[in-house]
Each structure stands twice: as structure tokens, then as C-alpha cells.
């Protein structure tokens, strides 16, 4: 089933995103019609909008020294409803962007406690493994006979081979000749 794979937290992000937009929408009628909206909230910052917009145009057209007039009442009422508006959707979309980065942070220092685990898994292993060499070299050395009784049983194995080799001059060796 593909629904493991697909990505839901991004789903819901752009839903979350869908939503703040007719939220917006709510938020700019409240500041039309609240006088502590429109006198608090939404003139301020378009006024500062419009005087920093109007300076900047005069600027460029070179222009230096004009007074700005603020916005009428009406009109910086509506350009501060559109900037609370935008604002919020602005918003909503940033804190949708910090929670999948936090969510991918999450994903990332799990996979790598993962990794971290198996590698010290293999490490304790590795670790096993040699220490169970280490005990069956011993048992190895401890079944093996002594140096000195190796050599003698080399010397006999050589005189046993030899022996076979030459059936008939060993056999003379060890009897006595018989006269007729």
C-alpha cells in the first residue's frame, strides 16, 4: 500500500496553507470593520508601508527632498487589511516551512541514532568474535603436543617411510644371515 509512503505531513502543511487564505480573508473584513482594528492594527503599519514605498519611488526618480502625505483614512484602512492578510498567510506558510524542517531534523538524528546502534552492535561483535579466537587459539595450543614430541614423532614417521621404501635392506639389517 502506497499510504506509508506518501508524504501526509506534507499534505496537511498544504492544507493548513489552503485554509490560512480564507482565514485571511476573515481576518482583513474583522480589521474593515473593528474601529480598534482599523485604528491599531492595520493603519499603522500601512502608513509606514506606504511612506516607505513613496520614498523609495521618489528616490529613484530622483526626487529628494519631498514631503510624503499619509493615506487617507479608507485607503490606508484597506492597504492595512491586505498587509495583515498577506502577513498571515506569510506566516502560516513560514511556520509550515520551520515544521518540516523540525520534522526533518527528527527523522535525520533518528536515522543516524540507527546507525549509530548498528555500528556499535558490529563493534561488540567484532569484539565477541575475537575474544572466542582468542579462547580457541588457547584450546589449540593447550591440545597440541609439546614441540620436542612433534620432532620425535617426525623422526619415527622418517624411519617408518624409510623402512617401507627399502623392505629388503632393512629386513637383512635386523636378522642375522644364515650359512648353509
Not at 506509508?4 to 492544507?15: D, Q
Not at 489552503?18 to 482594528?37: H, Y
Not at 514605498?53 to 529613484?60: A, L, S, Y
Request: net charge positive.
Amino acid at each position: 500500500m502506497v499510504v506509508g509512503a506518501f508524504p501526509m505531513a506534507k499534505l496537511l502543511y498544504l492544507g493548513i496553507r489552503q485554509v490560512s487564505k480564507p482565514l485571511a480573508n476573515r481576518i482583513k473584513e474583522a480589521a474593515r470593520r473593528s474601529e480598534f482594528f482599523k485604528t491599531y492594527i492595520c493603519l499603522p503599519p500601512a502608513q509606514l508601508y506606504h511612506w516607505v514605498e513613496m520614498r523609495t519611488k521618489m528616490r529613484i526618480m530622483g526626487f529628494r527632498g519631498t514631503v510624503i502625505k499619509p493615506l487617507n483614512e479608507e485607503a490606508a484602512a484597506e492597504l492595512g487589511a491586505e498587509l495583515l492578510g498577506e502577513a498571515t498567510i506569510f506566516i502560516v506558510g513560514g511556520g509550515c516551512l520551520v515544521l518540516e524542517y523540525w520534522r526533518h531534523q527528527a527523522q535525520q538524528r533518528h536515522k543516524e541514532e540507527e546507525q549509530r546502534a548498528a555500528w556499535n552492535a558490529l563493534r561488540d561483535e567484532v569484539g565477541n568474535l575475537a575474544l572466542a579466537l582468542e579462547a580457541l587459539q588457547a584450546q589449540v595450543q593447550a591440545a597440541a603436543p609439546p614441540q620436542g614430541a612433534l620432532e620425535e614423532l617426525r623422526a619415527e614417521l622418517q624411519e617408518m617411510r624409510t623402512q617401507l621404501c627399502n623392505p629388503g635392506q632393512s629386513a637383512s639389517q635386523t636378522e642375522p644371515v644364515s650359512k648353509k
